[in-house]
């Protein structure tokens, strides 16, 4: 098997696990009548996403339903609220924008607080599934991380805009792949993230 041929095994191996993924995603969150099933399923999905960059095999559906039980309470009280702030500033940033181009430095403001929430909870999640730290702990660690590396948050920014713009182009993109391909690329990068700054912080020899 030449090498090309193998990076386009792996590759196609990838699409398959975020389609998965996605799909064990969307069954657990409507299992919870959405509300109360979004933040133990997003935990969930963050937490096989950082076993299978680690290259661990297991299986995904009972995995999944296991992590799903035991971060139940937990998973709601860390992916609610950042969900409940940007449904808050979606909604201001729709009424600013009727007001017309008055409005234009509220959207503006609007606009970038979006851009920083999302930032955070780039690294919120990811975070909480590498580190044994408890939900609210997780918040100022991301914070802080968003405002250390900059370069960092913007791919993470960018990356995340141009799996929304996929998905919004294609819809079939966003239920066969969205959330998972986002929850794996996300997971990816903030894992090699983590390890960058802990080498930076703790430099062998020290």
């Known amino acids: 098997m030449t090498a090309w ?56 559906w009972r995995e999944f339903a296991a992590v799903y039980r035991r971060e139940f309470l937990r998973g709601s009280l860390l992916v609610l609220p950042p969900i409940a702030a940007a449904a808050v500033l979606a909604g201001n940033q729709l009424y600013f924008s009727a007001l017309g181009p008055g409005a234009q430095p509220l959207r503006a403001a609007t606009l970038a607080a979006l851009a920083a929430l999302a930032a955070v909870t780039a690294y919120l ?18 914070s802080r991380l968003v405002l250390a590396r900059p370069a960092s948050s913007v791919l993470l920014l960018f990356t995340l805009s141009a799996v929304v ?10 239920l066969t792949l969205g959330a998972g391909a986002w929850i794996q690329l996300n997971t990816w990068l903030c894992l090699r993230f983590f390890e960058e700054n802990e080498a930076f912080l703790h430099p062998k020899g020290d």
Do not use: K
Request: hydrophobic share 55%; aromatic share 10%.
């Open 165 to 174: 713009f996929a998905a919004a182009a294609l819809p079939v993109l966003a």
């Open 5 to 60: 041929s193998i990076r386009l095994y792996a590759a196609c191996d990838e699409l398959l696990w975020a389609a998965r993924l996605n799909l064990a995603w969307i069954a657990f969150t409507l299992a919870g009548g959405v509300v109360l099933g979004v933040g133990p399923a997003t935990v969930a999905a963050y937490t096989l996403a950082r076993r299978h960059a680690g290259h661990e095999s297991f299986p995904l």
């Open 125 to 142: 999640l990811p975070m909480y599934v590498h580190y044994d730290l408890p939900p609210l702990a997780c918040l100022p660690r991301a």
